[in-house]
Antibody, heavy 127, light 110 residues
């Protein structure tokens, strides 16, 4: 069974750095077909894509948040980590990690359908 | 990268068909037949219901997708009470931006 599970602090202060971890199981982060994205959703608002990491460790970031984001993975422990610097109350949201599977794609790097999602973790930014 | 544009709400009666549009640009929806659709019930994680030109295994065939130019569409036929949810489209947006989501549509079953 393929699962993803997010973990991290519920409460962070403004200007602090947020570090979230996504633990995956049922597939390998070294599988060439697999990738993982972080996606967030402020309360009552739409989904927003943040960052993606490919199996070969290449990364892609939201243009508007690129300067604040960093995504990395540890294949041996099956973790994908997102850090976001200089947190602000507007960053209050549920943060999800989600998997992409390039099976059947002509170009696996274009596979951006998220077939498995974590349950999400709520992060509140407040002093 | 701006969010894809979706209508804020769409409603229909049980048994009817409804269509949700998702308008992007020539840099995303218009360039790639790589639009996915998700439904999200309150308090739950999104669920993939359509991917490019196909439905994932186990998803009802009442959901179908299409694309014309810079606009993708999701049609729900035979509307059921359980279809009441928020729906999001998502498009591949190139090697640097990768993904862009839509603004979301709330579907109400009257």
């Amino acid at each position: 069974q393929v699962t993803l599970k997010e973990s991290g602090p519920v409460l962070v202060k403004p200007t602090e750095t947020l570090t979230l971890s996504c633990t995956v199981s049922g597939f390998s982060l070294s599988d060439a077909r697999m990738g993982v994205s972080w996606i967030r959703q402020p309360p009552g608002k739409a989904l927003e894509w943040l960052a993606h990491i490919f199996s070969n460790d290449e990364k892609s970031y939201s243009t508007s948040l690129k300067s604040r984001l960093s995504i990395s993975k540890d294949t041996s422990t099956s973790h994908v980590v997102l850090t976001m610097t200089n947190m602000d109350p507007v960053d209050t949201a549920t943060y999800y990690c989600a998997r992409t599977d390039g099976t059947g794609y002509l170009y696996m790097r274009q596979a951006n359908a998220y077939d498995i999602w974590g349950q999400g973790t709520m992060v509140i930014v407040s002093s | 990268q701006s969010a894809l544009t979706q209508p804020a709400s769409v409603s229909g009666s049980p048994g009817q068909s409804i269509t949700i549009s998702c308008t992007g640009t020539s840099s995303d929806v218009g360039s790639y037949q790589l639009v996915s659709w998700y439904l999200q019930h309150p308090g739950k994680a999104p669920k993939l219901i359509y991917e490019g030109t196909k439905r994932p295994s186990g998803v009802s065939n009442r959901f179908s997708g299409s694309r014309s130019g810079n606009t993708a569409s999701l049609t729900i036929s035979g509307l059921q009470a359980e279809d009441e949810a928020d729906y999001y489209c998502c498009s591949y947006a190139g090697s640097s931006t990768f993904s862009v989501f839509g603004t979301g549509t709330t579907v109400t079953v009257l």
